[in-house]
């Protein structure tokens, strides 16, 4: 059975066609799909956007978009058929009358239509509005929400309550790509189909775990939005949490949605609160100055164009996090994420509790304790860092650390490593919910994220500095530092 067969020809239609995810990671998703035979061979891709443009038009502006973000040479086979589904429609989003012409475009197409908001989240009402006045909702529909959503507990609740007002839970699709990453996908195979991790997966056997998010890049034009964000808002929230909960989750009764999601919403809601009371002790929130970039100068990001000089927004944080339930008491969770770091490096590090007694002092005076490195970019792959004897024939027992590699590069050499788009994007075709983020989900994250916030915001302090180019400011160090630990760089 050809996975179409699971599928429902559907309108794919793309609010913000002309956007750039839409042109950077939907579209070539789709083609990719397109390459594999993923896609029902009778659905369309219709896309939506304010700008006027002819059906030709709009062909050649896709077309540039594959030509300039899909990495492999472009099968001239499959363009020509991923061509012949588009669909173009232009739209005032907020103005309902004009829906009745996107009606006219999907009237006599396929049943089932997947609603992909690729626009900001402040107009996610107006276009659910504009669907419903067009009769162009129905109970077989999807709509796929692109976070963040909201940028507190109150604000999302208006906004999925906008579109709730519309479409059923059940109908509701909410993006975090990091979700459809392989190695974010790996992990539920390495806890739950491996004996060695499923059995020492929790306080007697873990020590501590750091999950790390590093960006190289700066604000990169998005000054208006990332400064009323800033990292809390824009990464902690969304996508170390999701990594977080899966992480530490309880093993589901199965793989369905339900039962994922549900296990999922168990550790964001056990997190414990950080407030006024222990906001010191517990988070670190730093902002770039001027620095060095492999060799080249940058600037801070008080000196960025279009910069407010008296901005207090982070663009790092790191947080002591601990989960009060039985799985996981005493072990913390050190969350980092920052811009203008060294690299772009993102990885997971679950450090297991040293050996309590050494037997080898003779050749290793202080047995390091195991390592699991899961990396999940650039280079994705799992990493176990462990003892092993070097070979020889002395009688001395001589050990060293040793690593065992699995990089999907090299073990998979013949197979490409999919973008997170292109599964969340399957997923979606399929009716396949597992990978998207309930409401309750979001609701819970921004509840213990708008706590550090209002906590930060009380303090009225200012956040530490540290040059761009570096792993942040020098009381992180210290966070995790104090508990006899640092981090891994």
Same mark, same amino acid.
């Given at each position: 059975m050809k996975t179409t067969d699971y599928q429902t020809a559907s309108e794919i239609v793309i609010f913000g066609a002309l956007g750039d995810l839409s042109r950077r990671k939907l579209l070539p998703a789709l083609y990719q799909l397109e390459v594999c035979e993923l896609i029902h061979k009778d659905s369309r891709i219709v896309g939506a956007a304010r700008q006027e443009h002819t059906l030709?038009?709009?062909? +050649? !502006?896709?077309?540039?978009?594959?030509?300039?973000?899909? *990495?492999?040479?472009?099968?001239?086979?499959?363009?020509?058929?991923? !061509?012949?589904?588009?669909?173009?429609?232009?739209?005032?989003?907020?103005?309902?009358?004009?829906?009745?012409?996107?009606? *006219?475009?999907?009237? @006599?197409?396929?049943?089932?239509r997947v609603y992909y908001f690729s626009t900001p989240p402040a107009i996610y009402g107006d276009i659910c509005h504009g669907l419903n006045s067009a009769n162009l909702i129905t109970n077989n529909d999807r709509v796929v929400m692109e976070k963040p959503i909201g940028h507190s507990l109150e604000s999302s609740k208006v906004i999925n309550d906008q579109v709730s007002e519309f479409f059923k839970e059940e109908q509701t699709y909410r993006i975090d790509h990091y979700l459809g990453k392989e190695t974010v996908l790996n992990l539920m195979v390495l806890r739950f189909a491996n004996s060695l991790f499923t059995n020492n997966w929790d306080r007697n056997s873990i020590d501590h775990v750091q999950i790390t998010v590093a960006e190289s890049?700066?604000?990169?034009?998005?000054?208006?939005?990332? +400064?009323?964000?800033?990292?809390?808002? +824009?990464?902690?929230?969304?996508? =170390?949490?999701?990594?977080?909960?899966?992480?530490?989750?309880?093993?589901?009764?199965?793989?369905? /949605?339900?039962?994922?999601? +549900?296990?999922?919403? *168990?550790?964001?809601?056990?997190?414990?609160?950080?407030?006024?009371? @222990? !906001?010191?002790?517990?988070?670190?929130?730093?902002?770039?100055?001027?620095?060095?970039?492999?060799?080249?100068?940058?600037?801070?990001?008080?000196?960025?164009?279009?910069?407010n000089q008296t901005s207090k927004t982070e663009t790092f944080v790191a947080i002591k996090a601990e989960i009060d339930n039985w799985r996981w008491k005493g072990v913390p969770f050190y969350l980092r994420t920052g811009k203008r770091m060294p690299v772009k490096h993102s990885e997971i590090v679950v450090h297991f509790k040293q050996q309590p007694h050494n037997i080898f002092k003779d050749s290793y005076s202080d047995l390091p304790a195991n390592k699991l490195t899961i990396r999940l970019q650039p280079d994705e792959g799992v990493e176990l860092q462990m003892?092993?004897?070097?070979?020889?024939? /002395?009688?001395?027992?001589?050990?060293?650390?040793?690593?065992?590699?699995?990089?999907?590069?090299?073990?998979? @050499?013949?197979?490409?490593?999919?973008?997170?788009?292109?599964? =969340?994007?399957?997923?979606?075709?399929?009716?396949?919910?597992?990978?998207?983020?309930?409401?309750?989900?979001?609701?819970?994250?921004?509840?213990?994220?708008?706590?550090?916030?209002?906590?930060?915001?009380?303090?009225?302090?200012?956040?530490?500095?540290? /040059?761009?180019?570096?792993?942040?400011?020098?009381?992180?160090?210290?966070?995790? /530092?104090?508990?006899?630990?640092?981090?891994?760089?």
């Open positions: 030709d038009e709009f062909k +050649d !502006i896709v077309l540039d978009s594959l030509n300039n973000f899909v *990495k492999e040479e472009l099968d001239q086979s499959v363009v020509e058929r991923f !061509i012949q589904r588009l669909v173009y429609q232009q739209l005032d989003f907020k103005d309902q009358s004009s829906f009745s012409h996107l009606y *006219k475009a999907l009237v @006599n197409g396929n049943d089932t890049v700066g604000i990169e034009g998005r000054w208006g939005f990332y +400064d009323e964000a800033g990292q809390m808002r +824009d990464m902690v929230q969304n996508h =170390l949490l999701q990594i977080l909960s899966l992480l530490a989750m309880e093993p589901p009764a199965d793989l369905s /949605a339900t039962s994922v999601r +549900d296990e999922k919403l *168990k550790v964001v809601k056990a997190l414990r609160p950080i407030n006024r009371d @222990n !906001i010191k002790d517990k988070t670190v929130r730093g902002q770039y100055a001027d620095g060095y970039l492999n060799g080249v100068s940058v600037p801070g990001y008080l000196n960025e164009e279009g910069a003892m092993n004897k070097i070979p020889g024939i /002395a009688s001395q027992m001589n050990i060293q650390e040793n690593k065992l590699d699995l990089s999907f590069s090299k073990t998979y @050499n013949d197979e490409r490593v999919v973008d997170a788009y292109e599964r =969340l994007m399957l997923e979606v075709l399929n009716g396949n919910q597992s990978l998207f983020v309930s409401r309750d989900e979001v609701e819970a994250a921004w509840l213990w994220a708008d706590c550090i916030i209002e906590a930060w915001q009380g303090t009225n302090e200012l956040p530490k500095p540290y /040059a761009a180019g570096s792993w942040g400011p020098v009381s992180s160090i210290s966070l995790i /530092a104090r508990d006899d630990r640092q981090w891994v760089e």
